[in-house]
């Protein structure tokens, strides 16, 4: 079998693993977009990718898994959480809170009339302990609440119904226990990591980059799960359950582990979260935050996690320039924009590029081989010109030749 040129082998090495679209995305989100942007703009970017891990999730979850969770807020404020009580401890040292009624604890607490740090507070005082706490908190809960569920056949439309349930009272119980997690107001006033100030215009970049670098490892892990055969089964599981349970597999289990799956990717958004805005707040856990990210990957496209990411950027970016410039419309404007995208593109941002854009490229591509090929065969076909003849040059034994 004939060699590839290097061009042409990365190219088809590209479109085998499914990495083409991911390299496109990095180019845009490492190069294109920082050198673009202003600071404050490539900042509001930068928040919106964290919405992009729980789109992701969503894909994995909902697309391949065919199960809908209306409840993914759930796991994206656990996470913002969790790093949100290790940055709170360390900006509440004796030394800055020494105007308290009790110093050395969270300026809520104080509020509060608590006169000392909880116990289950305490561990977060460790960074390795919060990093592990980012993941483990949340995709234990949704083991939980997803083996209680599918290991009873629970499913459609009622665990989309029990996750909105968790939703709301996850964010009743943050609002009620306003002592102990600040309440409606949330945490605000995070300003260091470690001592390292998360405030400064080198921060916010260097921020803004560790969440390209975690969203594009997160898309690879994903991508190795669909080409996997976890990712075969999860498809199998979503349009033939009763098929894949006669042939021997738990069906509840794969189910579990695409729940935990997104609810971990969903617990790294909201700590990359907490850091680039500096506050965490139950207004990211409830039921209204939870189906606007479902919106995010319907939009881009739900079997699709580059598609998922680019929605979660049209919708808050919409919601941005549309509260900006039409304060009083950016509502309407909105519902226009989830309407008339899933009305046009059923399959979303991604089933436009899929369906319209591809199949358009390749018809190019392809006249213009048959053009080329057309011109070779007419170029071989013509006649060839007749060869010159060789002039008779004179004979050796004919005598000399007189005037």
């Known amino acids: 079998m004939k060699a590839l040129p290097l061009p042409g082998a990365f190219m088809a090495w590209l479109q085998r693993t499914g990495l083409g679209s991911v390299v496109l995305l990095s180019v845009l989100l490492i190069v294109v977009l920082p050198l673009s942007l202003d600071l404050f703009r490539l900042n509001l970017v930068g928040k919106y990718l964290t919405y992009a891990f729980v789109a992701i999730g969503l894909v994995m979850l909902w697309g391949w898994g065919g199960v809908l969770s209306l409840g993914q807020g759930v796991f994206f404020g656990l996470g913002g959480y969790a790093m949100a009580m290790f940055l709170k401890l360390e900006a509440s040292d004796p030394e800055a809170t020494k105007i308290q009624s009790t110093p050395g604890i969270p300026d809520f607490m104080d509020w509060n009339q608590l006169t000392e740090l909880p116990t289950w507070w305490l561990p977060f005082k460790s960074l390795p302990f919060t990093l592990f706490a980012v993941i483990a908190v949340p995709t234990l809960l949704a083991f939980i609440v997803s083996y209680a569920m599918f290991k009873r056949r629970v499913g459609g439309v009622y665990f989309a119904i029990i996750t909105q349930a968790v939703a709301l009272i996850l964010s009743v119980l943050i609002v009620g226990q306003q002592g102990y997690t600040g309440g409606v107001n949330g945490m605000t006033d995070l300003k260091t990591l470690l001592g390292w100030d998360i405030r400064t215009d080198s921060a916010k970049y260097i921020l803004y980059f560790t969440c390209c670098a975690l969203l594009i490892a997160s898309i690879c892990l994903c991508l190795w799960v669909q080409k996997s055969k976890l990712g075969t089964l999860l498809l199998a599981m979503r349009d033939k359950e009763d098929r894949v349970r006669f042939s021997g597999y738990d069906v509840a289990m794969f189910r579990v582990f695409a729940f935990c799956l997104a609810a971990a990717l969903s617990a790294i958004g909201g700590a990359m979260f907490t850091l680039q805005v500096g506050f965490m707040s139950p207004s990211f856990v409830g039921i209204v935050p939870s189906i606007e990210m479902v919106i995010?990957?319907?939009?881009?496209?739900?079997?699709?996690?580059?598609?998922?990411?680019?929605?979660?950027?049209?919708?808050?970016?919409?919601?941005?320039?549309?509260?900006?410039?039409?304060?009083?419309?950016?509502?309407?404007?909105?519902?226009?924009?989830?309407?008339?995208?899933?009305?046009?593109?059923?399959?979303?941002?991604?089933?436009?590029?899929?369906?319209?854009?591809?199949?358009?490229?390749?018809?190019?591509?392809?006249?213009?081989?048959?053009?080329?090929?057309?011109?070779?065969?007419?170029?071989?076909?013509?006649?060839?010109?007749?060869?010159?003849?060789?002039?008779?040059?004179?004979?050796?034994?004919?005598?000399?030749?007189?005037?």
Not at 344 to 361: N, R
Not at 373 to 381: C, R
């Open 296 to 403: 995010y990957a319907a939009v881009g496209g739900r079997m699709s996690l580059v598609g998922a990411v680019m929605g979660a950027l049209l919708v808050n970016a919409g919601k941005t320039v549309f509260s900006e410039n039409l304060p009083d419309l950016w509502l309407f404007m909105m519902a226009a924009l989830f309407i008339g995208v899933t009305m046009a593109f059923p399959d979303g941002l991604a089933g436009l590029w899929t369906q319209k854009v591809v199949p358009w490229w390749q018809r190019k591509q392809a006249a213009r081989i048959a053009v080329r090929e057309g011109v070779a065969a007419a170029q071989a076909s013509w006649p060839l010109p007749p060869a010159p003849r060789a002039p008779k040059s004179p004979s050796l034994s004919a005598g000399p030749q007189t005037a």
